[in-house]
């Protein structure tokens, strides 16, 4: 069961609610509600602009923009903090970008409907409203050797999505220092009001691990417990306090996937889930051999027992070994994808997608057939090039944003194959 659909009487709670937050925000915003969903919110009023210009209205933004020059980056950028304290239902977003950047954030923090509809899987104060089962696939246990994990509470079928979170905080990877290196003071104080200005801290500092007065909070959980994220093109990190309360797997039941248009992050099953197994996703890229899989959860600082890591050593080796081949092909076919032989690549695809599923690694079936449907168009099988275009597109929406990029590169491609199907066909 999901979360129930918004009725409007609830909506019209959500919008009173959010209305009182709002009631707070300084004399600088617009007066207009941008929470009614049936106003046309891109016009209501202009988008966030500078800290210097305090008669220009920061709506979506609950507080002036705080903006600072960090010399000790030296590239003489200006990075500015916005936060929305009413976003996802009244528990807030910090966002520190590049100056203006956050503009293209607006729209999806201004919509609370989709917070609204997600809201039995939110986390406030740090803790889950005792009823939340109600509503979600799951629950929050305690575990051996693990704290707490995330556990099915009935059968949850492969692709249906279990957990709908909303991150807290977004921060540019330039704003961060170095891998030990302490940040210098500007960063901190830019740190601390990103998190003050949040309405619930709880919720954010329930991920926070001490590492000592020389690394700060914000910096801790945003390296442990982050996602890669990215503004205007550039490289960020952002924090889903629901979902980081998921165990890490290196052959995971669940896949993190990311929506711009909202900015959800939702837990897709990959595989068919029952009732009392662990719900996991990967904080390391899936499909690496053991050795590379050890290097890349060193940033987490724990060792990995999950039942791929502890698998015994002929049957690790025996996976490491398919895990390299098929990264062998992958590497080959990549570099002959304008001069292979069509026998020679329906023999190496035919052995990769037996590997992919040996391994369990269908959830990179989207960029996988990507592959296969440029190679197979340049050696001339058009069908089979549409084919793959197709797959990849399909799990592509399972696992990735069917708004973004990727997606919509694949559509373009699936264009121009079939015109030219047609015109290999006589239609013009």
């Keep these: ?187 901190w104080r830019m740190f601390d009001h990103a998190l003050e200005q949040l309405s619930d801290k709880e919720r954010f500092l329930v991920a926070a691990y001490s590492k000592g007065d020389d690394v700060h909070v914000v910096e801790d959980v945003l390296r442990t417990n982050a996602f890669g994220f990215a503004i205007e093109e550039r490289d960020a990190k952002a924090f889903f306090p629901e979902i980081a309360r998921i165990n890490h797997a290196c052959s995971p039941n669940a896949y993190p996937q990311m929506i711009m248009k909202d ?66 092909i992958y590497d080959l076919m990549n570099k002959q994808k304008t001069t292979a032989k069509l026998g020679a690549l329906r023999e190496l695809a035919a052995e990769f997608e037996e590997l992919v599923e040996l391994e369990q690694l269908g959830v990179r079936w989207g960029e996988y057939y990507q592959l296969f449907m440029v190679i197979f168009f340049h050696a001339g099988d058009v069908d089979a090039a549409i084919r793959y275009g197709n797959l990849s597109l399909r799990h592509s929406e399972i696992f990735g944003d069917p708004d973004g990029v990727f997606c919509n590169g694949v559509r373009r491609d699936m264009k121009i194959l079939d015109q030219v199907k047609r015109q290999k066909a006589g239609g013009g």
């Design 263 to 328: 900015l959800g992050m939702r837990a897709v099953a990959t595989r068919d889930i029952e009732i009392g197994e662990e719900i996991s996703i990967s904080y390391i890229q899936i499909g690496m051999p053991k050795r590379h899989r050890t290097a890349s959860m060193g940033n987490w600082g724990f060792n990995c027992t999950c039942s791929l890591c502890a698998l015994e050593p002929e049957e690790q080796h025996a996976s490491d070994d398919r895990r390299e081949r098929l990264a062998d």
């Design 1 to 187: 069961m999901t979360s129930p659909r918004p009725s409007l009487r609830s909506l019209l709670c959500l919008l009173t609610y959010l209305a009182r937050v709002r009631a707070f925000i300084p004399q600088t915003q617009c007066d207009l509600s941008p929470l009614d969903p049936l106003i046309h919110r891109s016009t209501t009023c202009p988008l966030p602009i500078h800290e210097s210009s305090p008669d220009t209205p920061n709506i979506p933004w609950t507080t002036p923009p705080r903006c600072v020059v960090p010399h000790s980056i030296g590239l003489g950028q200006k990075f500015c903090l916005y936060t929305d304290a009413a976003f996802n239902l009244g528990t807030g977003i910090s966002v520190l970008t590049l100056e203006d950047h956050a503009a293209s954030l607006v729209g999806a923090i201004s919509d609370p409907i989709p917070a609204w509809t997600a809201r039995g899987h939110l986390a406030r104060r740090g803790k889950r409203d005792p009823d939340y089962e109600k509503h979600v696939p799951y629950r929050e246990v305690a575990m051996e050797g693990k704290g707490r994990g995330i556990v099915a509470t009935r059968r949850i079928s492969r692709y249906e999505t279990i957990m709908v979170g909303y991150p807290a905080m977004i921060i540019d990877n330039t704003f961060l220092p170095a891998e030990g290196v302490e940040a210098p003071v500007e960063n």
